[in-house]
């Protein structure tokens, strides 16, 4: 195999989760709407209880609406990932990942193209989000837009790279629900997506201390910073190191000698 | 030197294979052979093994005692080399419902590393000789069962692999779908020198000018060409030979 089999195999994977996307077009509004209604209702229901004073990236008042927006781009992200993390299950059980394993190009190959394809999907919705959210104000500088793009790269990844090692550790498809109450739930709300941690910290300070460990905060302010041109190096190292502890845990999870379906099997006799 | 070893290397060695899940031995010193342009029916009842062997040439899981070298590459230490030599058609379907036949069959061209372009010959050609070239531009899921069988096989062979696996792949096909797959494998082996393993618990699938491989609760019981194994057991068909081999009465 030499560097451009590799390559055509990426390119093939990427190529697959853009059409799956595409021609489920009720994924691709869910997708845009449940952030669309948080930005809407929930923000404007909420502008007048969640003050946000001036803390950076920001260097004056903002709107409530423009606070939640990277947080809202943080979700898109982490349902996208966990959207794949699903069809990575759904296609274990059915028999259909088969295909993508008994493919000749090494797993961990594989595995990365997979999370290449998703966060592919997902920096495109992201895109869109902002897009429909800048006619409801919320307006970072026209820069901004290009410096989020290797922050909105470096957060999918780290966010696939989970829902990756999730879909490795799932036992069944039914098991997902759990993935939602303990994994997608816990990580969006004990995070900086919808106040700021200051708030947290004057509430209580052991939460505060959880948001703070949670990978999904430090996702959020490299999103947030990044929008506004500037760079955040702690979110930015937490990130990093998040995605090198998740891959690492999905390719073992993953591995024809030590993973999951070693322990339980291939399939039906 | 891989083409030497394609031309000189048997397709398939497996020796002294065992595998368990925990306490369960699902394989227990399994060895046989193919060469090229067999047709070797695996024959078992449900549970015999045959799927886990099957995962195992397949790489889906390691083994942890004996060897599979296919074309001369052990699975284990030469995954890629190996794998790039298969073509699997699996027991459960596994084509994507959402995709046409043809995107179904450009990724897997893709996941062999194939040009889109090369890749559209052979898709053309597979797809004719299987006689869907009308149903290329469907949905995978407004496919009949024998359809997608159809579809699984000329997918299996876009990256022309020297050998072929089949996981019980006529089970829920109508009798015309059967015999299509039947003689299209047949004629894959005789005219292409193609190897083939298939797995299968249908004893009317053993005809007479296959090898068969009789595997028993994890265990090889008998191996050849199909009139040697009747012969060997003073039977009058595989079908006496396979009950008198595993005392069971067969399907």
Redesign the interface.
């Known amino acids: 195999m030499r560097p451009v089999h590799y390559y055509r195999c990426m390119q093939g994977i990427v190529w697959r989760e853009g059409l799956r996307f595409l021609n489920q077009r009720g994924r691709f509004v869910a997708a845009l709407v449940r952030p669309l209604v948080w930005l809407v209702i929930f923000a404007a229901g909420f502008r007048f209880v969640l003050g946000v004073s001036i803390i950076p990236p920001y260097q004056t008042y903002i709107p409530y609406e423009e606070y939640i927006a990277p947080g809202l781009i943080g979700m898109i992200q982490l349902f996208q990932a966990m959207q794949s993390t699903l069809s990575m299950v759904w296609d274990r059980e059915m028999g259909s990942m088969r295909t993508l394993l008994v493919s000749p190009l090494p797993r961990w190959y594989l595995l990365v193209s997979k999370m290449v394809a998703t966060v592919a999907v997902a920096v495109l919705q992201s895109y869109v989000f902002l897009g429909i959210a800048y006619f409801w104000g919320v307006q970072p500088p026209p820069i901004g837009y290009l410096t989020v793009f290797p922050a909105l790269i470096l957060s999918g990844m780290m966010l696939s790279a989970l829902g990756l090692f999730i879909s490795s550790a799932i036992r069944q498809l039914e098991n997902f629900a759990g993935v939602m109450n303990f994994v997608i739930f816990p990580m969006f709300f004990a995070s900086s997506a919808l106040y700021p941690l200051w708030t947290v910290r004057e509430a209580n300070q052991k939460l505060y201390y959880i948001c703070m460990v949670n990978p999904f905060t430090h996702a959020v302010e490299l999103i947030r910073f990044a929008l506004y041109e500037q760079f955040n190096g702690l979110a930015c190292a937490v990130v990093v190191g998040a995605l090198i502890v998740f891959m690492a845990l999905a390719i073992l999870g993953y591995d024809p000698g030590r993973g999951l379906i070693v322990r339980r099997g291939g399939g039906p006799e | 030197m891989a083409a030497d070893r394609d031309i000189g290397a048997p397709p398939l060695v497996v020796q002294g294979l065992s595998h368990a ?2 306490e369960r031995q ?1 394989l227990r010193e399994v060895s046989f052979e193919l060469n090229r342009g067999d047709r070797a029916m695996l024959l078992g009842l ?7 062997l ?2 195992l040439i ?5 083994h942890r005692s004996g060897s599979i070298r296919i074309f001369g590459w052990e699975i284990k230490q030469k ?6 030599r ?1 073509g ?1 058609v ?7 419902p ?2 046409t036949v043809a ?1 179904n069959l ?10 889109r372009r090369e890749a559209a010959v052979r898709i053309k050609r597979e797809i004719e000789r299987v006689g869907l070239t009308d149903r290329i531009g469907e949905k995978a899921r407004t496919l009949s069962g024998g359809q997608r069988r159809r579809v699984e096989i000329a997918r299996a062979l876009i990256h022309r692999p020297k050998m072929l696996l089949l996981d019980e792949a006529t089970v829920g096909l109508d009798i015309a779908s059967r015999q299509f797959l039947l003689d299209h494998v047949r004629m894959l082996c005789r005219e292409e020198g193609l190897a083939v393993l298939w797995a299968t618990h249908l004893i009317d699938e053993v005809d007479s000018d296959a090898r068969v491989i009789v595997l028993h609760r994890g265990r090889v019981l008998a191996e050849g060409p199909v009139p040697d194994v009747i012969r060997r057991k003073n039977a009058a068909s595989i079908r006496e030979a396979f009950d008198k081999l595993t005392g069971e009465r067969s399907e």
């Open positions: 899940f925990g699902a449900n549970g015999a093994g045959k799927t886990t099957f995962s397949t790489r889906l899981y390691n995954p890629s080399e190996a794998l790039a298969l699997v699996f027991q459960l379907p596994t084509l994507d959402d995709l995107q450009y990724y897997h061209a893709a996941l062999h590393g194939l040009p």
